[in-house]
């Protein structure tokens, strides 16, 4: 499957922000979702997941009550809304896919993905 990552920009400290992930090549619905970012210097790390069919996510502590993830498997996107963002939310922001075939889990490790769409930049100014 390929993945397109769209929506980043520049946003003051307290706004928000829509990703979308436009997935290619693979029934959508076959996969598992995540989203992961990586600031300059730093590790990638975890953001949150969401299972196949969307009814389960999880979230990172560090955006827990401030993102949403949802995916739209008619349309093969998956979104990720950032609300009330920080300047330390300032990061590359990359969609990701894991293949399953009857798990309804979520992932939370990047090391569990098989696909990663090219990262969409987020900068969040104070």
């Known amino acids: 499957v390929q993945l397109q990552a769209s929506g980043g920009g520049l946003v003051q400290a307290g706004g928000s922000l829509s990703l979308s992930c436009a997935a290619s090549?693979?029934?959508?619905?076959?996969?598992?979702m995540g989203w992961f970012r990586q600031a300059p210097g730093k590790e990638r790390e975890f953001v949150a997941a969401?299972?196949?069919?969307?009814?389960?996510?999880y979230f990172a502590g560090s955006v827990k009550g401030r993102f949403t993830i949802s995916r739209d498997n008619a349309k093969n996107t998956l979104y990720l809304q950032m609300n009330s963002l920080k300047p330390e939310d300032t990061a590359a922001y990359y969609c990701?896919?894991?293949?399953?075939?009857?798990?309804?889990?979520?992932?939370?490790?990047?090391?569990?993905?098989?696909?990663w769409g090219q990262g969409t930049q987020v900068t969040v100014s104070s």
């Open positions: 090549g693979g029934t959508f619905a076959s996969y598992a």
């Open positions: 969401i299972n196949r069919y969307g009814f389960s996510t």
């Open positions: 990701a896919a894991k293949y399953v075939t009857t798990s309804t889990y979520v992932y939370g490790e990047s090391r569990s993905y098989d696909f």
